[in-house]
């Protein structure tokens, strides 16, 4: 950088420098202490990170999760998130609702365990979730022997299944949406939608 310092300019910086310097002379050293006392360790420090993708909509950007041991409760704890610069789709961006992923991730009303209302029950209970796959497998099942169509009303092969639908998640990798579409299609479901429209 090119600095145009005249010889008045040069006298006037000259002079403020040693009154700096006069300043720490006496005692006001302790400034420059109490400022360090105030810098805070990098936030990152000894993280895990994982790649993962927004939740949120059918744009599916990459985000990094950043984890530690949490020194209150002793468990894994998310406490930053943000964009993957790597990522494709948003080099490193995060519109507002993404940026706010922490707290969705943390938030004590989120839901980690599937749950199920049995006949006749008020109340929601939490299942394992080998109990709520089995449970879907054998909806699934029943249903698509009892509505499965294969010949229409004039005898032309249709093969499809109209009381079943599937609301796929577009946040996925293509190898995942590929598997999903060839699932689906392949039981005869033809309700079968997703933010992205696979
Ligand atoms: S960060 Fe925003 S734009 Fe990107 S997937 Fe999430 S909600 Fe969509």
Redesign the pocket.
């Known amino acids: 950088m090119n600095i145009d310092l005249t010889r008045r300019g040069f006298l006037r910086l000259a002079g403020a420098g040693v009154a700096a310097t006069s300043l720490g002379a006496l005692g006001f050293g302790e400034a420059e202490a109490a400022e360090l006392a105030h810098v805070r360790d990098f936030k990152l420090t000894a993280t895990t990170e994982a790649r993962n ?2 939740p ?6 990459g985000v990094i999760l950043y984890s530690r041991v949490d020194e209150q409760t002793g468990k894994k704890r998310i406490f930053h998130i943000e ?1 993957d610069a790597d990522h494709p789709t ?1 080099r490193g961006t ?2 507002p ?3 706010a992923l922490k707290d969705f991730v943390n938030a004590p009303t989120r839901l980690t365990e599937p749950r199920v209302r049995r006949p006749g029950a008020a109340e929601f209970e939490p299942i394992s979730w080998d109990e709520a796959l089995d449970k879907i497998a054998r909806a699934v099942k029943d249903d698509r022997d009892a509505n499965f169509m294969s010949l229409n009303e004039t005898g032309v092969p249709v093969n499809r299944w109209t009381t079943m639908g599937f609301l796929a998640a577009s ?1 996925t990798t293509n190898e995942t949406a590929w598997l999903t579409y060839k699932v689906v299609r392949s039981m005869g479901i033809v309700g079968f939608d997703n933010q992205a429209r696979v």
């Open positions: 993708t927004c949120y909509c059918s744009v599916a950007c964009g948003n995060l519109c609702k993404g940026s946040a």
